[in-house]
C-alpha cells in the first residue's frame, strides 16, 4: 500500500521561474491497485511519480510504502522496492550491454552486489524462458547488445526487468508515448499480463484517456499540481473517454476565466 | 634489437597506465585528468619508500594505494559537490604536484644502488645465467636479463588483465559497467552510481600510480614531471587498440588497452630513431589523439554524402 500525505514540491523557489509543482497532495493506493494518473502538460503528474520514484527528494509531506516511511530515501535504495519504467524507450536499458547481461542485473534490483560472476550460465536458460512470450525472437538474441533493439523491443525487456523481481510497487512513466499504435498496444498487452500475473500496485502516467479507460480499477486527474478529480470502483467502470473529455474542459474553462472574472471584480469594486 | 626490448618493456609497465584510462574513459566516460597527478604520485611514494629501505613490493603497494586514494577523492568531488568531472581531476592534479614534492623531499629522486623490482630480476637472471651474459634474438645480440625483464613484465601485466577482466564480470563490476552506459537505468535498479563512480575511478588511478612506481623502478629515477603528458598517452594507446581489436567486450577491450599501449610506445621509439625532436613528442601526441577522436565522425559523414549521392543518382 502507498499512503501519500500532503506532498508538496516547489522547483526554483524564490525565483521567477518558481513553479508550484505538487501542492498539498494526497492519496492512498490500496495493495494490489491499478491506478492511472491523467493530466494535462504540466499538471505535475509525471512529478508525482519522480517524487514517489525519488528523482528528487519533496520540501514536505511524507510517502509510505508497506508502512516504511521512504521520502527522506535515496532515488537506489527506493528502487529495492519499485519497479520503473520511462517514457524514453532509451532509459531503461544500458545499450551497450547485452540483453543477458542486462536481464542479470536486473534479477539484482535492490540486492547486495558483490564479487559473485555477475552473469551465470544458470541464469541463461531462465532468461530464454523469460523473454519467449514476448514473441520477438530476442531468445536467439540473448548475447546481442541492447542498443540493437527497437523503441518496443526494449520497452518490453524494461518492463520485465522492472519487475523480474516482484516490486512492491510499478511505476509505468507514459511507457507507450514514443512508440507507434501498434508497438503501444503490444506493450500495453504485455503491461496488463505482467500487472495481473503478480497484482502488482502500480502507478501509471498515460496522456491516452482511451488507455485510463480501458486499464486499471482507478483514475486520477492531476491539475495545477493538485489532484482534481479521483475515480475508483463503479464510478471508474461507467466512465467513457467523453466524461474525461468534459471534465478536461471544465478544467481548462475555470483556468481561464479565473483570471478574467478577477479582473472585473477589480474594475468594479476599485 | 635492445632499444626493441626496451620499448617493449617500457610499452607494457605503461599498459597499466592504458588499463587506468580505459576504466576511467570508456567503462565510466569520465575524462580523469587525475592520472597526470596520480602517475607522478605513485612514483614518488614508490621512490620514497625504497630510498628509506622498504620492500619493492611494499614500494609498489603502497603506491597503488596512494593511487586509490586519490582518485577516490577525485571521485567524491565530483559527486558528493556535483563539480564537473574534469574540473574535479584538475583540482587533484595540482594539489597532488605539491604532495609530490612533499613526498620526495625535491623534484627527483635517484634510485641508483637501492633494491628494486628491476634489481631482484637481474640478480635473478645473473644467478641462472651468469652475469652480463648475451643471447641472440632473431640474428640480434642481446642481454639476457633485458628478456628476463621483458617476460616478467609480461607476466605482471597478463594477471593485472586477467584480475581487471574477471572484476568486470563480477556483479558489482557489471553495475559499474552498467553505471558508465546508463546511469539512470542502474539507479532504477537499485545501485548507488556516485558509490560506484567513486570505486570506479579510485581503481583506476590505483593502476595509473601502479604503473608510475614501476615506470620510475624501470629508469631508475623517480622525477615531479613524469606525469605531464600521460593522460593523453593512456587515451593515445586506448585508441589505438581500439582500432586494432574492433570488438566492444570487455575481455578484447582490455587486450587491445595493452597492445595499444605497446604499439604506441613502439611508434614513439621509432620517430625518435628517425630523428623526431624528442621535444616535439607531445605535440604529436595531441595531434595523433585529436586525429583519432575526430576521425570516426568524418568517416560517418563521408559515407552519409556518398549514401546521399547515390539516393539522387
Not at chain 1, 509505468?172 to 503490444?186: F, I, R, V
Not at chain 1, 479507460?213 to 486527474?221: A, K, L, Q, Y
Not at chain 2, 623490482?117 to 645480440?141: C, H, P, Q, R, Y
Not at chain 2, 613484465?153 to 552498467?178: D, E, H, K, P, S
Request: charged letters at 15%; one cysteine or more.
Amino acid at each position: 500500500m502507498l499512503k501519500i500525505q500532503n506532498i508538496k514540491k516547489t522547483f526554483n523557489a524564490g525565483t521567477i521561474n518558481e513553479v508550484k509543482a505538487l501542492q498539498n497532495v494526497s492519496i492512498t493506493i490500496e495493495e494490489g491497485s491499478f491506478v492511472c494518473v491523467l493530466g494535462t502538460n504540466g499538471s505535475g503528474k509525471s512529478t508525482l511519480l519522480n517524487a514517489v520514484a525519488g528523482t528528487f527528494l519533496i520540501d514536505e509531506g511524507s510517502i509510505s510504502l508497506d508502512g516504511t516511511e521512504i521520502s527522506k530515501w535515496g532515488e537506489h535504495k527506493r528502487a529495492t522496492l519499485i519497479g520503473r519504467v520511462f517514457q524514453n524507450p532509451f532509459s531503461g536499458t544500458a545499450p551497450n550491454m547485452s540483453i543477458q547481461e542486462n536481464l542479470a542485473l536486473a534479477m539484482k534490483r535492490g540486492k547486495k552486489r558483490g564479487l559473485g560472476w555477475g552473469l551465470p550460465k544458470s541464469l541463461t536458460q531462465d532468461f530464454r524462458n523469460l523473454v519467449k512470450p514476448l514473441n520477438m525472437g530476442l531468445e536467439d538474441r540473448l548475447e546481442s547488445p541492447i542498443g540493437k533493439l527497437s523503441g518496443g523491443q526494449r520497452q518490453a525487456l524494461t518492463l520485465l526487468m522492472s519487475t523480474a523481481l516482484k516490486p512492491k510497487l510499478l511505476l509505468l512513466d507514459e511507457h507507450t508515448a514514443a512508440l507507434d499504435p501498434k508497438t503501444a498496444s503490444k506493450v500495453l498487452d504485455l503491461t496488463h499480463q505482467v500487472v495481473s500475473k503478480d497484482n502488482l500496485t502500480t502507478l501509471m502516467v498515460t496522456h491516452s484517456m482511451q488507455q485510463a479507460v480501458n486499464m486499471g480499477d482507478r483514475i486520477i486527474m492531476m491539475h495545477q499540481g493538485q489532484i482534481a478529480y479521483d475515480f475508483k470502483g463503479e464510478d471508474k467502470k461507467r466512465l467513457r473517454v467523453n466524461d474525461l473529455l468534459t471534465l478536461f474542459d471544465e478544467l481548462r474553462r475555470k483556468e481561464n476565466i479565473d483570471p478574467t472574472v478577477s479582473a472585473l471584480l477589480m474594475e468594479h469594486y476599485v | 634489437m635492445s632499444l626493441l626490448i626496451g620499448s617493449l618493456t617500457i610499452g607494457l609497465i605503461l599498459a597499466l597506465l592504458a588499463l587506468g584510462i580505459f576504466i576511467s574513459f570508456r567503462i565510466f566516460d569520465f575524462p580523469d585528468i587525475t592520472a597526470e597527478g596520480s602517475f607522478t604520485f605513485g612514483a614518488s611514494i614508490a621512490a620514497a619508500l625504497i630510498v628509506i629501505g622498504a620492500n619493492p613490493l611494499v614500494a609498489c603497494m603502497g603506491a597503488f594505494i596512494a593511487g586509490m586514494l586519490a582518485g577516490a577523492l577525485t571521485g567524491i568531488i565530483h559527486t558528493r559537490f556535483r563539480i564537473n568531472p574534469l574540473l574535479a581531476g584538475i583540482l587533484v592534479m595540482t594539489a597532488l604536484y605539491s604532495i609530490n614534492l612533499h613526498v620526495m623531499g625535491r623534484s627527483n629522486i635517484p634510485l641508483l644502488n637501492k633494491t628494486t623490482l628491476f634489481t631482484w630480476i637481474e640478480t635473478f637472471s645473473n644467478g641462472i645465467s651468469g652475469e652480463m651474459a648475451k643471447t641472440v634474438v632473431l640474428g640480434w645480440e642481446v642481454q639476457v636479463k633485458d628478456l628476463w625483464t621483458l617476460l616478467f613484465c609480461f607476466l605482471g601485466v597478463t594477471i593485472f588483465c586477467l584480475i581487471i577482466w574477471w572484476f568486470f564480470r563480477t556483479n558489482i563490476g557489471t553495475a559499474m559497467r552498467a553505471t558508465g552506459d546508463n546511469d539512470q537505468m542502474i539507479r532504477a535498479l537499485g545501485v548507488n552510481t556516485k558509490r560506484m563512480i567513486v570505486i570506479g575511478i579510485a581503481l583506476s588511478n590505483g593502476l595509473i600510480a601502479l604503473a608510475g612506481a614501476t615506470l620510475a623502478q624501470y629508469q631508475g629515477f623517480a622525477d615531479v614531471q613524469m606525469g605531464v603528458g600521460m593522460m593523453v598517452w593512456g587515451l593515445a594507446s586506448v585508441i589505438i587498440g581500439e582500432s586494432i581489436i574492433n570488438d566492444t567486450s570487455v575481455g578484447f577491450v582490455i587486450i587491445g588497452a595493452v597492445l595499444g599501449s605497446i604499439v604506441f610506445r613502439l611508434l614513439v621509439a621509432i620517430a625518435l630513431r628517425w630523428g623526431l625532436n624528442p621535444n616535439d613528442l607531445k605535440i604529436i601526441t595531441a595531434l595523433f589523439v585529436f586525429i583519432a577522436l575526430i576521425l570516426p565522425g568524418i568517416m560517418k559523414n563521408k559515407k552519409k554524402l556518398t549514401f546521399k549521392k547515390k539516393a539522387n543518382a
